[in-house]
């Protein structure tokens, strides 16, 4: 799915697409809709492909609740690579803040408004990626997952960008809602910015 802030460009403002809003808010029906909740699981395993020079790359990461986290990815080095503890989550958040977090979407916007991650020209590009972050590689619980697609929904200047084609040559309308929807990882979070969440 291709749907993201515009650039801000002076003196105006850009209205969330409704096609936008549609397909957002159709994957946080579907999103909330699944079992799950994964707050007491020792690891959180995450796989994605991309392609990088033409070359395809399968990527996986185990985030360790507790324990170390694991990252098997050949476009970054041939073996493992180990981290001292577990891996923040979008907007540095631990396992135990991400359950934390609520899910009403307006609590749930002004909470991640708090923490400038420096993840967007403006602070409307950076809440949708720490949505689309938490949304691409986190246990988040499936009324989260609800919360962050609607939080995403509301960010002016999100727009669907029609018939796209992704890395693995899939192509697919944006403009119309789709029962299975991606984010991709943006960023490292505000792990380092030390404001409190929550």
Not at 64 to 72: A, F, N, P, S
Not at 110 to 129: A, E, K, W
Not at 168 to 185: L, M, V
Request: include cysteine; proline fraction near 7%.
């Amino acid at each position: 799915m291709v749907v993201g802030p515009t650039v801000d460009v002076p003196g105006h403002h850009h209205p969330t697409g409704p096609a936008a809003a549609a397909v957002l808010n159709a994957a946080a029906d579907s999103a909330g809709s699944q079992t799950g909740g994964y707050q007491h699981a020792a690891y959180w395993r995450s796989t994605s492909t991309y392609v990088r020079y033409g070359e395809t790359f399968h990527r996986q990461i185990w985030i360790g609740h507790d324990r170390k986290t694991m990252l098997i990815d050949p476009g970054v080095d041939s073996g493992v690579i180990t981290f001292a503890s577990h891996a923040p989550f979008g907007a540095g958040l631990t396992w135990e803040q991400l359950y934390a977090l609520p899910t009403d979407p307006t609590a749930l916007a002004t909470v991640l408004r708090r923490c400038d991650t420096g993840q967007g020209r403006n602070p409307d590009q950076q809440l949708f990626s720490t949505c689309a972050e938490l949304l691409g590689e986190s246990p988040a619980s499936p009324s989260l997952r609800r919360a962050l697609y609607h939080v995403a929904a509301t960010v002016p200047g999100v727009r669907a960008d029609g018939t796209v084609t992704d890395s693995a040559g899939r192509r697919t309308d944006c403009r119309r809602p789709q029962a299975t929807q991606s984010a991709r990882r943006t960023g490292n979070g505000c792990g380092q910015c030390g404001k409190r969440l929550g």
